[in-house]
């Protein structure tokens, strides 16, 4: 079984929950009880009644007064050991036979044909059997409220809602997972009789009130407006459970409850994504799709077909509208936490280590996980020629003054100045303060003075005049600066030669591959066999429109994208949906459109700054850079300098100006 609950046949739970379950899914509306005054007849009248039945001549009620008596005894210690009758003490107590208590609590309870009125209120109540086998144990209990209480009962039922909710908790707390083969038998059995809802939470809650004093359809209403639903909003509050809400392919709202268990919701997930797939869509989602967002799609195109499918698989839909996004969440957060573990990783490593050090120490971390370390504010990044590659180098903000003296060290003892370099690139001057800046200037001015011509450096030597002048530093820190960049630029013009000759190479070799394929096609032709089937002129004429459209919002795209910045501004997806929103439906319409047809027109870089303005990559166009993209990288390699070289430099301006002439450098040599 799937749950660990008693239930009972389904012809039973069909009659249960067929007639009145189903009113529940508006219960999540209602605030507060659902309790609704309950009374029954006064005490005086109350004992009148008993002892007319007990008196009656043909001795059918004979005994009944021993039934009321246990229950109003026990009703007057509730305030001392809050403990009301079972059948269980009544049966003690009255030493009657057991179907004729039930026939005397019935007809106590108003349910009867005797006509005794509402005597006594029966509650339904649940407890938890705690231990290795722990369970949950369904019950009624009788109450016969006191003469100063005036047959007010609801108390006592707030009272057994208040135990059944923290006896149902405590189930749910401790409840085990079933195998997934035992789950995919339920399910799947569930479906092909109609019956999935009868597996999820609320159902499951709802069986453990069933009474049989609930005679006719009336009882068990009251049984599930007065005791299910409360206990059901207490578990919700608790967060014990869960209410999923979506909208059908017909356009209406409906809810489903389950037990707050993420595992046992993405297995039980798991088993109705593959049933979709195998039984209803009768195909699996391509390569580049998931499958949450296949079904979604495929329900969404289905549409209003939906309400042809059986009972059960109508079910299964409704199922996934609800789950689906649930699922998707989790996974997302699952992916994020994990992303953000290993980010954590890298910078813990980093931080361990007292002084920079290349992209090479973490080799065992993806590339998009070691990008991500651009946007860590902790975190120090520059490029710089290592072993003639452009190599990144990383150090952790609270090691600087280590870093410092680890440079110092490898200088004064084998002339490295490879460390001062990298460190002097990383612009250590905002991070520092005034003495201990100064201090690194000094050792910049070690670096420099090695920079100088051979003859120049020992004439100064022999004269004591190792100290440049400010003027001196800044020159030659410019020039070693340029040399770099353009040393830089020549490597990558490289790697980019060969990048294209790799891609010349490969696409000889598939044009190879598709003139023999073409050549064998066309052999298989004149035997009648392979022969392409022609597209009709309406294909054709529709295919000339779609590529004509998507050139003429492509168009639009990189126009507005070119005008901002001529206009001096970093466009993102943002500004150009604002300003092509007649074009696009919405954001994800844009990003679609982009992946598809902007790839080779259209590049993208972040600006790490923690701003709104900033939160999406700033896009650029392939023909603005061939343009003015020389012009732009001068400019903000310029304006990075100033920021370097300022005594009071301005952070926002710097990170945008070195984000931009990072860029720049690595993608004009490509173009």
Request: proline residues 3%; charged residues 30%.
């Amino acid at each position: 079984m799937f749950f660990s609950v008693p239930v009972w046949d389904d012809s039973e739970a069909q009659g249960w929950f067929g007639n009145l379950f189903f009113i529940g899914n508006r219960f999540m509306s209602e605030n507060g009880s659902t309790v609704q005054n309950f009374k029954i007849l006064a005490l005086k009248q109350a004992h009148d009644s008993v002892q007319a039945l007990e008196s009656r001549g043909d001795f059918r009620f004979r005994g009944i007064q021993s039934v009321y008596n246990t229950i109003v005894k026990w009703t007057e210690g509730f305030n001392t050991n809050g403990v009301l009758a079972s059948f269980d003490q009544i049966n003690h107590d009255s030493k009657l036979p057991e179907e004729k208590i039930k026939e005397y609590l019935r007809e106590l309870a108003g349910r009867g044909t005797g006509g005794a009125g509402k005597v006594i209120a029966i509650i339904p109540a649940v407890q938890f059997l705690p231990g290795s086998s722990a369970r949950l144990d369904s019950m009624a209990t009788f109450c016969r409220p006191t003469e100063t209480e005036q047959g007010q009962v609801d108390r006592y039922i707030q009272a057994q809602i208040q135990k059944s909710a923290q006896a149902v908790g405590s189930w749910i707390q401790g409840r085990k997972q079933e195998s997934a083969d035992q789950m995919r038998e339920t399910l799947l059995a569930a479906i092909a009789g109609g019956k999935l809802p009868l597996t999820r939470a609320r159902a499951t809650i709802a069986r453990l009130f069933k009474n049989e004093y609930d005679v006719t359809d009336e009882d068990r209403i009251r049984t599930n407006q007065q005791f299910v639903k409360p206990v059901l909003k207490i578990l919700l509050d608790q967060r014990r459970l869960v209410l999923l809400k979506g909208t059908t392919p017909a356009g209406e709202s409906f809810t489903a409850l389950f037990f707050n268990q993420d595992q046992e919701l993405n297995s039980r997930a798991a088993v109705l994504i593959e049933y979709f797939i195998n039984h209803i869509a009768h195909q699996r989602p391509a390569d580049d799709e998931s499958e949450l967002d296949f079904i979604l799609r495929r329900i969404s195109e289905m549409g209003a077909d939906c309400q042809q499918l059986p009972p059960g698989e109508q079910q299964v839909v409704q199922e996934l509208l609800v789950l689906a996004p649930r699922v998707k969440k989790a996974q997302e957060a699952e992916v994020e936490k994990e992303r953000h573990g290993k980010l954590e990783q890298v910078v813990d490593m980093l931080h361990r280590v007292g002084h920079v050090v290349d992209v090479s120490l973490f080799r065992d971390f993806s590339d998009e996980t070691i990008a991500e370390l651009g946007h860590i504010k902790d975190v120090l990044i520059t490029e710089y020629i290592h072993r003639g590659k452009i190599t990144g180098f990383y150090l952790h903000r609270n090691r600087i003054h280590d870093a410092i003296g680890h440079a110092r060290e490898l200088f004064d003892r084998n002339g490295d100045d490879s460390h001062v370099q990298i460190l002097s690139g990383m612009g250590l001057e905002k991070y520092l303060d005034r003495d201990h800046y100064k201090a690194f200037v000094d050792l910049e001015q070690k670096v420099l003075f090695e920079h100088l011509p051979f003859f120049v450096r020992l004439w100064r030597a022999l004269f004591g005049q190792r100290k440049l002048s400010q003027k001196e530093l800044v020159q030659i820190k410019t020039r070693v600066q340029k040399d770099q960049a353009d040393a830089k630029v020549r490597i990558r013009k490289v790697e980019a030669a060969k990048e294209r000759k790799k891609l010349a190479s490969k696409r000889m070799q598939d044009a190879g591959k598709d003139e023999s394929e073409a050549s064998a096609n066309s052999e298989a032709a004149k035997e009648g066999f392979g022969k392409p089937e022609e597209e009709s002129d309406e294909e054709k004429l529709a295919k000339v429109k779609q590529m004509e459209a998507a050139k003429e919002r492509m168009r639009k795209v990189l126009h507005v994208l070119d005008e901002a910045w001529a206009a001096g501004t970093f466009p993102n997806r943002e500004n150009v949906l604002r300003e092509l929103k007649d074009t696009f439906e919405d954001e994800n319409d844009l990003v679609m459109f982009l992946k598809k047809h902007g790839r080779k027109e259209i590049f993208s870089f972040r600006i790490p700054i923690e701003k709104p303005e900033y939160v999406w990559p700033v896009l650029v166009t392939r023909r603005y850079l061939k343009k003015n993209g020389k012009s732009l990288y001068n400019k903000y390699q310029e304006m990075a300098d100033k920021q370097r070289k300022a005594e009071m430099p301005n952070q926002e301006l710097f990170d945008i100006a070195s984000a931009v002439e990072l860029f720049l450098g690595r993608i004009l040599p490509k173009i």
